[in-house]
């Protein structure tokens, strides 16, 4: 089993910043990617951002004031949110995949945090 803790969520004014942790755990052998993900109300999840075997993606809505970086050593994925806006308002999600010591792919969701942007 592999379980995702995510924290950092909250509530802050445009322009601030936030900084999101996911730290896995659990029968892990390797972790081929970790992102984020997140989902406004009434809208469909959509990825953020995503580090894989040391590439990054961004959405284009967010690249330029968000970064995603990633320590090995913890299994820890972070995204640091900067000139936060009122549309960056979601449930922020923490997606990790691998392979277990089992030798079983796994495709993990963390449980949600919300971050919320006012005007």
């Known amino acids: 089993q592999v379980q995702l803790v995510e924290s950092g969520g909250g509530l802050v004014q445009a322009g601030g910043s936030l900084r999101l942790s996911c730290a896995a755990s659990g029968s892990i052998l390797t972790l081929a990617a970790m992102g984020w993900y997140r989902q406004a109300p009434g809208k469909q999840r959509e990825l953020v951002a995503i580090t894989s075997g040391g590439s990054t993606n961004y959405a284009d809505s967010v690249e330029g004031r968000f970064t995603i970086s990633r320590d090995n050593a913890k299994r820890t994925v972070y995204l640091q949110m900067s000139s936060l806006k009122p549309e960056d308002t979601a449930v922020y999600y923490c997606?990790?995949?691998?392979?277990?010591?089992?030798?079983?792919?796994?495709?993990?969701w963390g449980q949600g945090t919300q971050v919320t942007v006012s005007s």
């Open positions: 997606n990790a995949r691998g392979v277990t010591i089992r030798a079983s792919p796994f495709d993990t």
